[in-house]
């Protein structure tokens, strides 16, 4: 869709750049959560390119298979299933379907989240469950279904898809943060625990990323293209992430070229929360 720059126009999603092609992911057995768009979305295509065995999955089933079935198609390895992060069972069904099909699992993108942003003393108790059942609890189910695999190989690498609200406070977006916050410490807790075994646990944390959350978001306001434009102003390289680039964040922590990165969080932001702001 043409933008206008009167911003009268709603705005959609740019195309998503092709990812580059290589081996650096070459047979290893990766689970992802939150697949069936947007940072996760991504997360498959670079990772497909890059010769990983997937298991993906989402709680929008069809939404998920459809990503599966389109790099399937191009002749990568990889199999949808429809998972409720917020269920401890699915995230162990999960585990145990991509043991059964590859015999092991080497990676764990930790990816299903969602924004709830409300005021803290109007909040209904729902929204708090809701946020920190898919946003915490999910990533922690996620672990403790690959960990005894990942044990018994004595090795294994665990992606949390965290946020720069995991270290940072921007009012208005209760509770999310407190939810990222915890998020970032079980990636410490956990990377700590296990770094004996072979485990390397990290967490990527991504500021603005232009997804269909951020563009339903500016789609809200009278000029769609001016909010935009705003977000964009607030990062010193004047534009805001693509999806793409959190995937290959996540490449990186995945392959045998990290290996000594661990209990870390590599922020992807532009450097916007190293600023000081009045
Ligand atoms: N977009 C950003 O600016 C941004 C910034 C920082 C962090 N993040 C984080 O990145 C991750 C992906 O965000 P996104 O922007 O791609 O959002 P998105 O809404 O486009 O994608 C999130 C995916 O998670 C899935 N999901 C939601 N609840 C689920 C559940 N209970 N079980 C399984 N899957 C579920 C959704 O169906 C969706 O496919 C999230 O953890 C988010 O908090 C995003």
Partial sequence: MQRSSLGAQPLSLPPVPEPPKGERLKNKVVLLTGAAQGIGEAIVAAFACQQARLVISDI???????????????????????????????????????????????????????????????????????????????AWYGCKAVLPQMLE???????????????HIIPGCFPYPVAKH??????????????????RVNAIAPGYIETQLNIDYWNGFADPQAERQRALDLHPPRRIGQPIEVAMTAVFLASDEAPFINAACITLDGGRSVMYHD
Wanted: proline content about 2%; aromatic content about 4%; overall charge negative.
């Fill in 60 to 138: 929008q089933a069809d939404k998920v298979e459809s990503v599966a079935a389109h790099w399937r198609e191009r002749g990568a390895d990889v199999q949808a299933l429809a998972v409720d992060v917020a269920q401890q069972r699915d995230l162990h069904t999960m585990a145990r379907r991509a043991v059964e099909l590859h015999g092991r699992i080497d990676v764990l993108v930790n990816c299903a989240g969602v924004n709830v942003f409300r005021d803290p003393l109007e909040m209904t108790e729902e929204d708090w469950r809701r946020c920190f059942a898919i946003d915490l609890d999910g």
């Fill in 182 to 199: 915890g998020l970032l410490g079980l990636t410490r807790a956990l990377g700590i625990e296990y770094a004996p075994k072979g485990i």
């Fill in 153 to 167: 190989q004595g090795v294994g690498s665990i992606i949390n898809i965290a946020s720069t609200h995991s270290s």
